[in-house]
């Protein structure tokens, strides 16, 4: 049996506190006789959210497995930290129906515990008539939504962002926003304790295979960053681990169910000049065979200008551990400094510097176009949820995805 005193000894830089440490396994969860309600593997911004939900089930004794030291280390705090509207995906999609409802369960969260953001809003700018009818499009789906969205003539659009080309027209979306990513992760971390869940940093899973004898729930195996294997048994598993969801997958479901992992880096270049500036985040219309939303303007809580992310992508066999993987690729601010100036002509190159770089997770390949959300309770295997392919919005959608990862588990 897996106790937690053995377990507290194998965690690097671990938050246990006293009482996570002596509470007994026995009198939680001996009805099930395994050593965990719950094992979510994953510590980024969904992990995190379905933790904290699941950690205040009655009975729950979970624990959320983390291979970095700690969290959000990897997609959940390299993106634009955008609060996304929703209209973006294809109609009737889990991205597009869990980012209208996940949006408003965020800016709800964030009001309630009093945790950092903005409402700033963006616009969504149109140089050409074919741009301008695909502003339309996106206007009536944000109708068919109850998203708000309106037009701005390019008139209009001079007086109220003077530095932004919208040749055509703009569309503007009310209800985008920014979030710190961060303190929001750092707030469902601490929910999540607080309600008797324990946190392994620094644990990499290494196989996973089902309980033998007729008995439900799945034996895990793993590896400490300090060398210490571990063995542990739960009644129920969820994959959120994001760029690593596709291995841990790939573990337990048989070879014909497997994922064919694709990444994709975004780099981001802060803009140092106070001139251009606006007062709201600025997307292009986003080109058809991109596996994002173009390189646009966004904001920090600060106010601070950065753009991005490109697209670059990476080999599927690529070390996700690479001590250069998150090295800003400067020689391809050429390709991005051209993209900016379409929509803000008056950016100067010299003013744009290298910022930071994230890796997004993807099912589809280079030229495949956008991918949905891969979230369900897999066929054959109970008390199994597996997330794949979590990417944008995934930061938007975050509350809303653990919502239907505890109702997939009833």
């Given at each position: ?6 377990l ?17 396994l ?34 729950a ?33 889990l ?12 800016y ?18 149109a ?10 499009k ?24 003077p ?30 304790e ?16 089902p ?16 060398g ?17 969801a596709?291995q ?21 270049f ?62 391809r ?22 910022s ?7 099912l ?21 949820v ?19 990862v ?5």
């Amino acid at each position: 049996m897996f106790t937690r005193s053995r377990l507290s000894l194998s965690l690097s830089l671990s938050r246990f506190s006293i009482r996570h440490q002596s509470r007994s396994l026995a009198t939680t969860i001996a009805p099930t006789e395994h050593d965990f309600s719950h094992v979510i593997i994953g510590g980024g911004v969904v992990g995190l959210a379905i933790a904290s939900r699941i950690a205040r089930l009655p009975g729950a004794s979970p624990i959320l497995l983390e291979r970095n030291a700690h969290i959000g280390q990897e997609t959940s705090s390299r993106n634009s930290e955008v609060i996304h509207a929703g209209i973006y995906y294809t109609p009737d999609s889990l991205k597009e129906k869990l980012c209208v409802k996940g949006k408003s369960m965020l800016y709800d969260y964030l009001e309630k515990h009093g945790l950092p953001y903005k409402n700033c809003g963006k616009w969504i700018v149109a140089q050409t008539p074919q741009e301008g009818e695909y502003l339309q499009k996106m206007h009536q789906k944000a109708q068919r939504l109850g998203v708000p969205t309106r037009f701005i003539g390019k008139e209009e659009a001079a007086k109220l962002e003077p530095d932004v080309a919208a040749l055509e027209c703009a569309l503007e979306s009310s209800s985008t926003g920014i979030v710190d990513a961060h303190s929001l992760m750092t707030h469902l971390l601490g929910s999540f304790e607080d309600s008797g869940g324990a946190v392994a940093y620094g644990t990499a899973v290494t196989s996973i295979t089902p309980l033998a004898n007729g008995t439900s729930g799945y034996q895990m195996s793993s590896l400490s960053s300090d060398g210490e294997e571990m063995t542990i048994t739960t009644s129920s598993l969820i994959n959120a681990a994001g760029l690593g969801a596709f291995q841990i997958s790939n573990m337990l479901l048989p070879s014909d169910r497997h994922f064919t992992p694709h990444y994709c880096k975004g780099n981001y270049f802060s803009y140092s000049a106070s001139h251009p500036r606006t007062q709201r985040l600025i997307y292009p219309v986003p080109k058809p065979d991109l596996a994002g939303l173009g390189t646009h303007l966004t904001l920090d809580l600060g106010g601070q200008v950065r753009f991005g992310p490109d697209t670059e992508w990476l080999p599927s066999d690529i070390d996700l551990f690479s001590r250069d993987l998150y090295r800003v690729s400067e020689d391809r601010l050429d390709e991005m400094y051209e993209a900016i100036k379409q929509y803000l002509p008056s950016t100067k190159r010299s003013e744009l510097a290298g910022s930071y770089s994230g890796i997004r997770p993807k099912l589809r390949g280079d030229g495949e176009g956008m991918s949905d959300f891969y979230i369900k309770h897999e066929e054959g295997f109970p008390g199994f949820v597996n997330l794949v392919g979590i990417e944008s919005p995934g930061l938007t959608s975050s509350l809303a995805i653990a919502e239907m990862v505890e109702d997939m588990l009833k």
